[in-house]
Nanobody
Framework: QVQLVESGGGLVQTGGSLRLSCTASGSTFNIRTMGWYRQAPGKQRELVAT???????KYADSVKGRFTVSRDNAKNTIYLQMNSLKPEDTAIYYC??????????WGQGTQVTVSS
């Protein structure tokens, strides 16, 4: 089993910054991809950014140039640095890992609210 613990959400004004963290524990040897998704009220969950060994980092077009995802493999931790935040970035942000032979696992989510 893999457990994901997220932190770093909160309330920020437009133009501000936040940094999200997600640490995986348990059976982490077969993690392929780590990433962040988000879900705004009334909308579907969408990809924000993913990072995997050997593959290019992926970003949603809406966050390119503002968000940066990074991964510390030694700590099984993924970070999401969010700059120049906008009200439309308001959502619950979920950490995701994709495990070989097992599939996706999700964190509990952390709320990010950007006030105008």
């Amino acid at each position: 089993q893999v457990q994901l613990v997220e932190s770093g959400g909160g309330l920020v004004q437009t133009g501000g910054s936040l940094r999200l963290s997600c640490t995986a524990s348990g059976s982490t040897f077969n993690i392929r991809t780590m990433g962040w998704y988000r879900q705004a009220p009334g909308k579907q969950r969408e990809l924000v950014a993913t990072v995997s060994s050997g593959d290019p980092t992926k970003y949603a077009d809406s966050v390119k140039g503002r968000f940066t995802v990074s991964r510390d493999n030694a700590k099984n931790t993924i970070y999401l640095q969010m700059n120049s935040l906008k009200p439309e970035d308001t959502a619950i942000y979920y950490c995701n890992v994709n495990l070989l032979w097992i599939g996706d696992r999700w964190g509990q989510g952390t709320q990010v609210t950007v006030s105008s």
